[in-house]
């Protein structure tokens, strides 16, 4: 097979890779839809509201599963499901510190992804550009935690939740620079994603901001988009890491 012909075949398999993909993600396209089309700013607490929410991301976990299988299990996938017991927390206001863990567990899971050998093409963090990310994250994280802190204080459990969100800053703080690190587009914004979504639940909650008309919608919006992007970069670095050892 000549240089043209591989060319050719591959650029074939990467279209039909992504049909296929598109497919399987079909249903989690289908159920966000339902949830924003279902939701209300008055809507209950409930087991079929938390069900509603956390099915997206369930049925994202179950196609990362579909592709990957077990090499993902204790990464984006356990990451996923993990998410979705926050989601089915965040329903219920008294189960936010719950929430909250759950989803630190999920950025620690993606950040051992992002730092295994699946990635370790990518790896590279001696760039000017790179370093100087890291350092954006560092100063953002570090800056929004200086905000919150007198809204914090102002908060019942404070004692618990100043500790808290500040090591829920450090740990998703930590899994931006991974993703960084990976030098993979989906897996970057994804992370980026998920840091806007989170910023955005936090000074809603903790009322650090005026009351935003859309704001539910940027928080899911940006939240949903994160898992997707994250899901999918993970899928495409299995393939490429399968691939190149198949053709090496």
Not at 66 to 82: E, K
Not at 102 to 109: D, K, T, W
Not at 119 to 132: D, G, I, K, L
Request: hydrophobic share 50%; charged share 10%.
């Amino acid at each position: 097979m000549d240089i043209l012909e591989t060319y050719n075949y591959d650029k074939r398999q990467r279209r039909n890779t992504s049909c296929a993909l598109f497919l399987s993600l079909l249903p989690f396209f289908l159920s966000a839809a339902v949830y924003f089309y279902l939701w209300t700013p008055d809507s209950p607490a409930s087991i079929t509201s938390a069900g509603v929410k956390s099915a997206p991301v369930l049925l994202l976990a179950a196609a990362v599963l579909s592709w990957n299988g077990g090499r993902s299990v204790l990464g984006v996938v356990g990451g996923l499901v993990f998410s979705a017991v926050g989601d089915c927390c965040l329903v219920w206001p008294e189960l936010f510190l719950h929430g909250m863990g759950a989803f630190a567990v999920a950025h620690l899971l993606y950040s051992m992804t992002f730092l295994s050998s699946r990635y370790a093409t990518y790896a590279s963090s001696s760039s000017f550009w790179t370093r100087s990310l890291y350092l954006i994250l560092l100063t953002l994280g570090g800056g929004f935690y200086i905000y919150m802190y007198p809204f914090l204080q102002k908060v019942p459990n404070s004692e618990i939740l100043l500790p808290a969100v500040g090591l829920y800053i450090v740990l998703i703080v930590l899994m931006g620079a991974l993703a960084i690190r990976t030098h993979n587009v989906a897996t970057l914004l994804g992370s980026l994603s998920f840091m806007v979504s989170d910023l955005s639940l936090a000074v809603q909650v903790f009322k650090a901001t005026a009351p935003m008309e859309h704001g539910h919608a940027v928080v899911m919006v940006t939240y949903y988009l994160a898992q997707l992007l994250i899901a999918v970069g993970d899928v495409n670095a299995v393939e490429e890491d399968l691939s190149k050892w198949k053709w090496s």
